[in-house]
């Protein structure tokens, strides 16, 4: 058994494979609802705006997919979709359903278990950190032949991979085990 604070490290990589917390539920429940927040926010407002020579085009997350979509490419819009919203979106909303009943007194452990491991199976394939990395190297580039400004989603996408590190580094998924079958 841990003592409050104290950490579990793999002997070989060093690793932390658990932590006692008394918080990690409740910092990881506030995580994933800044998570799924930011999403919609990245999703509804403008992500940047392009200009040069007077014309001026203003671009949206969905407006990104939805130009692969009519330039023809329907595997790399669904891959994209999928990987930067869908799968974060669900992630998210299942740690918050999880974390909420494993915080409870009844946390109806058969559904609550399925939907964990769920979340924890979606974990490696949600890609904004990834999104945004390319992104961010696109305008380096693209900033020395146009004026760009950037839109609330950008900033939106940037508080998301920081909510998306927090949760990852504060959640303990034992304690949530733990909450789970309590």
Same mark, same amino acid.
């Given at each position: 058994?841990?003592?409050?604070?104290?950490?579990? #490290?793999?002997?070989?990589?060093?690793?932390?494979? !658990? #932590?006692?917390?008394?918080?990690?539920?409740?910092?990881? @429940?506030?995580?994933?609802?800044?998570?799924?927040?930011?999403?919609?926010?990245?999703?509804?407002?403008? =992500?940047?705006?392009?200009?040069?020579?007077?014309?001026?085009?203003?671009?949206?997350? $969905?407006? !990104?997919?939805?130009? @692969?979509?009519?330039?023809?490419?329907?595997?790399?819009?669904?891959?994209? =979709?999928?990987?930067?919203?869908?799968?974060?979106?669900?992630?998210? +909303?299942?740690?918050?359903?999880?974390?909420?009943?494993?915080?409870?007194?009844?946390?109806?452990?058969? %559904?609550?278990?399925?939907? =964990?491991?769920?979340?924890?199976? $979606?974990?490696?394939?949600?890609?904004?950190?990834?999104?945004?990395?390319?992104?961010? +190297?696109?305008?380096?580039? %693209?900033?020395?032949?146009?004026?760009?400004?950037?839109?609330?989603?950008?900033?939106?996408?940037?508080?998301?991979?920081?909510?998306?590190?927090?949760?990852?580094?504060?959640?303990?998924?034992?304690?949530?085990?733990?909450? $789970?079958?309590?």
């Amino acid at each position: 058994m841990l003592a409050e604070g104290e950490r579990s #490290r793999c002997g070989r990589c060093g690793t932390v494979i !658990a #932590r006692r917390d008394s918080r990690s539920l409740e910092n990881a @429940l506030a995580a994933a609802v800044a998570t799924l927040i930011l999403l919609i926010v990245s999703l509804s407002f403008p =992500f940047l705006t392009v200009e040069r020579a007077g014309l001026s085009n203003r671009i949206s997350v $969905l407006d !990104a997919v939805w130009s @692969l979509w009519t330039a023809g490419m329907p595997i790399v819009t669904a891959a994209c =979709f999928l990987l930067i919203f869908a799968a974060p979106v669900l992630r998210a +909303v299942l740690l918050i359903i999880v974390l909420h009943r494993a915080r409870g007194p009844d946390p109806s452990q058969g %559904v609550s278990t399925r939907l =964990f491991r769920l979340a924890r199976a $979606l974990e490696p394939w949600g890609m904004a950190e990834i999104f945004l990395i390319g992104v961010i +190297v696109s305008l380096v580039k %693209v900033g020395k032949l146009a004026d760009i400004s950037i839109g609330p989603a950008f900033w939106g996408m940037c508080g998301l991979v920081g909510a998306l590190t927090f949760a990852q580094a504060t959640q303990c998924t034992h304690t949530t085990w733990k909450g $789970l079958r309590s």
